[in-house]
């Protein structure tokens, strides 16, 4: 695949669930982001992976947020006991040096869309 | 205070014609790059262009140009002849750090651009 791809696309979800969302980087990029985007707002960053390791997770919210990369590709980002304010779209990026000048521009998934009710 | 700051929620242009997009930012990091990505309705982000706080020469791909005007932390996206695909929120969007290295992305709040006949 030439993408980023993220699975679910829609996940609907009753309060107290966990929910568990999955990131397919770009075959190759090392580094792996995760940004949730409120209704009407840009992305906010959750945290980062580059390869398995977790170098920044300053982003999540709360202690009911956990992300995983344990082969250094695939991503799950895990929300135990969803609440209303989780509702959001949830983004995955991945990003390598490029040819031109490194600028480690990251490349997006379509995201999933959480609904928590 | 905000890093990165988009004054126009909505802009409209017709079809043909250019449209800037404005962008403040807001750092003391002497090393940062700047971004914009744009987002259709299918909410993926599509990265358009990249510039380098080194970088000497305003950055230019196809039909979109960055007016980089560093003392006024300003980094305006240009596209110029509007086509009716070009209707999308667009992000400007910026790293801190040194840029040969992969770091989160702190976005605006974004522009929504429509393009008119």
New interface residues.
């Given amino acids: 695949g030439a993408g980023v791809s993220q699975s679910p696309r829609y996940k609907v979800a009753k309060r107290g669930q966990d929910v568990a969302l999955r990131c397919d980087p770009i075959s190759g990029h ?2 792996l ?1 995760w ?1 949730q985007q409120a209704l ?6 959750l945290t ?1 992976f ?1 390869n398995e390791a977790q170098l ?1 997770k300053s ?1 999540l919210p709360s202690d009911r947020f956990f992300a995983e990369r344990p082969e250094g590709s695939v991503s799950t980002l895990k929300i135990q006991r969803t609440q209303q304010e989780d509702s959001a ?1 949830y ?1 995955c ?1 991945s ?1 390598h040096p490029t040819s031109r ?11 999933t ?1 959480l609904t928590v009710t | 205070a905000q890093k990165i700051t988009q004054t126009q929620p909505g802009m409209f242009v017709q079809e043909k014609e250019a449209v800037t997009l404005d962008c403040t930012y807001d750092t003391s990091d002497p090393s940062y790059g700047l971004f914009w990505y744009k987002q259709p309705s299918s909410g993926e982000m599509i990265f358009l262009i990249y510039q380098g706080s080194y970088d000497q020469q305003n950055a230019t791909e196809g039909r979109y140009s960055l007016n980089f005007q560093k003392a006024r932390k300003s980094a305006n996206l240009v596209i110029s002849a509007s086509q009716l695909g070009d209707s999308a929120m667009y992000f400007c969007a910026m790293r801190e750090g040194h840029t040969g290295t992969a770091s989160k992305l702190t976005f605006g709040t974004g522009t929504r651009l429509q393009v008119t006949l």
């Fill in positions: 090392v580094s982001f940004y009407g707002q840009g992305p906010e960053f980062y580059q920044d982003g779209v983004l990026a990003s000048g490194g600028n480690y521009e990251q490349y997006f998934g379509p995201g869309r």
